[in-house]
């Protein structure tokens, strides 16, 4: 049974900045990729970054430049770093990992967190 737990999230001001982190059960050298995803109210789940078991990285446009995801693997940690926060960034966040069993995704998800941004 994988575990996630995300911690980090709050209150911010436009323009602010939050440090989102996600931490597994056991070693993260066992997921093919972990990521962070986020669900505003009314809207779809959407990707937010990913990162691989080897290091690459992919953001959703609306991020890039913006937003860094890293991973410590002694920690089994992965990490948002979210700067120039937008009130549009407002959602629940949560991490994921994905592991490819016989070619199909496995896919374990934490419980959220919740990021709010005041204009």
């Known amino acids: 049974q994988v575990q996630l737990v995300e911690s980090g999230g709050g209150l911010v001001q436009a323009g602010g900045s939050l440090r989102l982190s996600c931490a597994a059960s056991g070693s993260i050298f066992r997921f093919n990729a972990m990521g962070w995803y986020r669900q505003a109210p009314g809207k779809q789940r959407e990707m937010v970054a990913l990162?691989?078991?080897?290091?690459?990285?992919n953001y959703a446009d609306s991020v890039k430049g913006r937003f860094t995801i890293s991973r410590d693997n002694a920690k089994n940690t992965i990490y948002l770093q979210m700067n120039s926060l937008q009130p549009e960034d407002t959602a629940v966040y949560y991490c994921?990992?994905?592991?490819?069993?016989?070619?199909?995704?496995?896919?374990?998800w934490g419980q959220g967190t919740q990021v709010t941004v005041s204009s």
């Open positions: 990162i691989t078991s080897i290091g690459n990285t």
């Open positions: 994921n990992a994905v592991t490819y069993v016989l070619r199909s995704p496995q896919n374990d």
